[in-house]
């Protein structure tokens, strides 16, 4: 039975008018020592003092959530207790419990997330006042208040940011292979909201008022996608799709900024684009091909600021490091055939690679340049946006790598199948003569039926390539992302591998927690 009348005012009057360490007003003034004759027992005697110690154990349990810092910084401070009252646990503890098992069951979170089968053990064993099982009342009392504090907390913190924070998940994975003050490299460079010990305490005070409804409203997760993948998930049959539409919401509830009318999508595991203009009803598909798992391509958010025609390479020194230095250093042939130039970085000047050594390259001192034009690796077409990567989109000499159903293949740029379409998708406004400006540099005609004389500058086969730009104005946002499942343009799932491996490490840490 529940504690209610004489039992429960027993149990609280033992805790609340006997504790030293708990000092609260005695609301039970009217109660008379018969009242209490019947239940004068030890084992149902309840001391603050016996529930804090044992909450203080608990608090040096390992925790698999970011969210359980707060819960131990709640308790670590003597706060007072959120679901005992006089009447033993609160009904809250009910409304909270029915809300935790129905979200796990609608988006595939592991039941260790909440331990709500814990919670309601422990829930019978004080309201049936059955000890038989060998835990004392107080250890009882200390579990049950400890557990709803850090369930609620994950529950809130987990709809509103997201169970998982991606910067620790995804920062924190691959080591960078030299001793930099950064150790670890940098895989998840996007905006994303976090919780704060301001919202924590916005959340214990819709706790303490006791309306839930109000403040679980308001942290519900609103995006359009996340509704999309729950629909999907109770739709889904079978435990491993399950799983994969699990994941696939977690990573729905990280907030991030909302996209503007235009703008692109890259979806790495997809290894496609999408160039998005909202307020014309128009969108541009197209194949990417990404970083190989050695060299992964970021997660991020940016903007196009502008395309570059005819680009020159300058090549990353991680690949000077790792490949042409320790490989190729004073072969003049494979310079020649890659079209590859040596540059003293102090002069600005080409070096002769016959005179250069392995030690010169990893100097820093001098730089490796590709040639533009036809061969270079960027293409004729390049999309420059800030990001800390030194990563873009491009076009490329090697379309046949279009065709491939694993595209992960680059050092961590993303190559676009379509660069001349994706250029004019971007222009805010498709200017003939701009287009036939981009046109005519990267050596095709003008468009027809438009002035021909737009030919004259294209530059002549013995001619060396002029690099021009066409800005953006305004930049177009770009986001940089990682989904298996996403909604497709013909109103199906787009179902992926996970080509990094994302999705296991996703679910290895919801099954920890």
């Not at 419990?97 to 814990?118: D, I, K, M, W």
């Not at 107080?138 to 994950?154: F, G, M, Q, S, V």
Request: net charge positive.
């Amino acid at each position: 039975m529940r504690l209610r009348a004489t039992s429960s005012l027993f149990l609280f009057c033992c805790m609340f008018l006997f504790s030293c360490h708990e000092k609260k007003e005695n609301t039970n003034k009217q109660i008379t020592l018969e009242d209490l004759s019947g239940w004068n027992e030890k084992r149902y005697s309840l001391s603050s003092r016996k529930i804090r110690r044992a909450i203080d154990s608990l608090r040096l349990l390992t925790s698999g959530m970011y969210a359980d810092k707060y819960t131990r910084a709640y308790y670590a401070a003597r706060s007072p207790f959120l679901w005992i009252d006089r009447f033993g646990i609160n009904e809250r503890a009910d409304t909270l419990v029915n809300r935790l098992e129905q979200t796990a069951n609608a988006t595939g979170l592991p039941s260790s997330c909440f331990r709500t089968e814990e919670l309601k053990k422990h829930l019978r064993q004080i309201r049936n006042l059955d000890f038989s099982s060998g835990t004392d009342i107080n250890t009882a009392y200390a579990h049950a208040e400890y557990l709803l504090t850090k369930a609620y907390i994950r529950y809130v913190c987990g709809q509103r940011f997201g169970y998982i924070d991606p910067d620790l998940a995804f920062n924190s994975l691959e080591k960078t292979d030299t001793a930099q003050k950064a150790p670890f490299q940098v895989l998840y460079d996007i905006k994303t909201e976090k919780a704060d010990k301001a919202f924590v305490q916005n959340a214990l005070a819709a706790q303490q008022s006791g309306d839930f409804e109000t403040f679980f409203h308001e942290i519900a997760p609103k995006g359009r996608l996340y509704r999309q993948l729950v629909e999907k998930y109770a739709h889904t049959q079978g435990t491993g799709p399950k799983r994969k539409v699990a994941v696939n919401i977690e990573r729905s509830r990280w907030r991030t900024e909302n996209p503007e009318n235009k703008h692109v999508l890259v979806n790495l595991a997809g290894m496609n684009l999408q160039a998005i203009d909202t307020k014309h009803e128009d969108t541009l598909h197209m194949k990417v091909c990404i970083g190989s798992r050695k060299n992964k391509s970021p997660m991020l958010t940016s903007q196009i600021e502008r395309v570059e025609m005819n680009p020159y390479w300058n090549i990353p020194y991680s690949i000077v490091k790792n490949e042409i230095a320790p490989r190729h250093a004073g072969d003049v042939a494979y310079f020649t055939r890659n079209r590859y130039r040596i540059i003293n970085k102090s002069s600005d000047e080409e070096t002769d690679p016959a005179t250069v050594t392995a030690s010169m390259l990893l100097s820093g001192q001098y730089r490796v340049r590709q040639d533009n034009g036809e061969g270079n690796s960027l293409g004729r077409l390049i999309f420059r946006f800030p990001n800390r990567f030194s990563i873009f989109l491009h076009d490329t000499d090697n379309k046949r790598a279009f065709t491939r159903e694993n595209r992960a293949i680059s050092h961590g740029c993303i190559r676009v199948e379509k660069p001349l379409e994706l250029a004019v998708f971007l222009l805010d406004e498709p200017d003939e003569d701009i287009i036939n400006k981009i046109r005519t540099a990267i050596g095709l005609p003008p468009l027809e039926g438009t002035d021909e004389k737009a030919t004259d500058e294209t530059p002549g086969e013995n001619t060396p390539l002029r690099t021009t730009t066409q800005r953006f104005k305004p930049p177009v946002p770009i986001f940089i992302q990682y989904y298996t499942l996403f909604p497709a343009a013909n109103g199906e799932w787009g179902d992926y591998p996970d080509p990094y491996g994302y999705d296991d490490l996703l679910l290895e840490k919801m099954d920890a927690f």
